[in-house]
């Protein structure tokens, strides 16, 4: 599909990969690219118009990244704000009191269980057997 695609448009696919923060500003605004390809062929790529637009030399994917992680803790250190510490404390000893119940109903049931079944015993299998 790509392969039938206008030479000049194939360039403009390239210059849009050396220009992240175009296709950013393109998505952002919900603006189709045409009109940024049109300029792209009024203006030509080297003009300083598409400046504001270029990535930053090998190291944006990794800002990026870095960015990202900031903003996460950023967030976690703003929702740690918001914690009551009474409130979170009264719901980890409902939490704990919920376990400690289920583990004692399960412990009755297995103990139940238990008593129920008589143990397997080995010698009346071969009791006919003997002498």
């Known amino acids: 599909?790509?392969?039938?695609l206008h030479p000049s448009v194939k360039e403009f696919k390239a210059f849009l990969q050396r220009h992240p923060e175009l296709v950013k500003e393109a998505r952002k605004h919900g603006k189709g690219f045409q009109t940024y390809y049109?300029?792209?062929a009024l203006l030509g790529e080297d003009d300083p118009f598409w400046d504001q637009y270029k990535g930053k030399d090998n190291g944006t994917t990794s800002d990026n990244k870095n960015d990202g992680k900031k903003e996460i803790i950023e967030r976690l250190?703003?929702?740690s704000e918001n914690i009551d510490m009474e409130k979170l404390q009264k719901q980890m000893d409902n939490v704990n009191q919920t376990i400690s119940t289920v583990q004692g109903l399960?412990?009755?049931f297995q103990s139940s269980q238990?008593?129920?079944k008589p143990p397997f015993r080995n010698h009346h299998l071969?009791?006919?057997f003997k002498d």
């Not at 599909?1 to 039938?4: G, R």
């Open 1 to 4: 599909m790509s392969d039938n």
């Open 38 to 40: 049109e300029k792209w």
């Open 77 to 79: 250190v703003r929702m």
């Open 106 to 108: 399960l412990g009755q």
């Open 114 to 116: 238990h008593q129920s």
């Open 126 to 128: 071969f009791d006919s």
